[in-house]
């Protein structure tokens, strides 16, 4: 099983880190709008109650068609990515209430399942954005969250006390979440040379950074409560030994977004 997690790894490591280096930006969104929104759509389909294939189908083209007036008009970032905003504040007004709002999801799937528009199409578009500004910025944002993320994997096996969200993810701790914001402070200050991050917009930079990691966080813990309302271990099967792409896209869905907005208000940069 380790075995097959790390080549599955490795392979995907591999082929993302090229495709972003690589493709120009409309293959680069093509692929991803494929992988994010199409597998993506599938798996979350699956989650909030399209169990039948048929059913699973009609969910993931419900949400694609919603992509196409992204690819197509290509319309102002700004009025896009605000929309996750008030989609993850009211995400972290259902992980602090939980599980007093368990069984809320089952009773109202259809809800759940156009959510999914809400939250897979805003991160593709997203990631889109930084393709056009550099492909470094997607590179800095996918290796901030997985920096992120080993941080507070071994900062939580060596320190970790206080559980984070013990009914979604008991693995997770509050001295993790820590050791995680201390490595994106330090991984952050080293980007603000390699982007090129302007003198006096830095620090802010830094501050950003570290928001998006615990958004990140956000992201991870209510892919979990999906996942626990599902009954189900992993989104999908489709990555021998780490599941499905939701399992990983999690925190990216909720960075991705409020990284780019953040860009926008500092003005580092001013959309396509």
Request: glycine fraction near 10%; charge should be positive; hydrophobic fraction near 55%.
């Amino acid at each position: 099983m380790l075995k097959q997690r790390v080549i599955t790894g490795l392979v995907l490591i591999l082929l993302v880190f090229a495709g972003i280096r690589f493709l120009p930006t409309e293959l680069f969104g093509l692929f991803s709008l494929m992988f994010i929104v199409g597998l993506g759509a599938w798996e979350w389909a699956g989650l909030t109650g399209c169990y039948l294939p048929e059913k699973r189908m009609a969910g993931t083209m419900m949400i694609l068609t919603a992509s196409i007036p992204l690819v197509f008009i290509r319309p102002d970032p700004v009025w896009v990515l605000s929309v996750s905003i008030p989609v993850w504040l009211l995400v972290l007004v259902a992980l602090k209430i939980y599980p007093r709002n368990a069984g809320f999801y089952k009773k109202h799937a259809l809800a759940m399942r156009l959510s999914g528009i809400l939250v897979l199409l805003p991160a593709w578009y997203a990631l889109m954005q930084l393709h056009v500004m550099h492909y470094n910025y997607v590179i800095y944002l996918i290796t901030l969250i997985a920096l992120a993320d080993t941080a507070a994997y071994f900062t939580g096996r060596a320190f970790g006390k206080n559980k984070l969200a013990p009914d979604l993810s008991p693995g997770k701790t509050k001295e993790g979440v820590s050791g995680a914001v201390v490595v994106t402070a330090v991984w952050a200050s080293l980007a603000v040379f390699w982007l090129a991050i302007p003198e006096g917009k830095s620090t802010i930079f830094m501050v950003l950074s570290m928001f998006v990691v615990l958004m990140s966080v956000a992201g991870d813990l209510f892919e979990s409560l999906l996942k626990r309302e599902a009954g189900v271990k992993d989104s999908g099967r489709i990555l021998p030994g780490h599941g499905g792409i939701l399992d990983r896209i999690d925190s990216l869905l909720a960075a991705a977004p409020l990284f780019v907005l953040g860009l926008l208000w500092l003005g580092i940069y001013r959309g396509i």
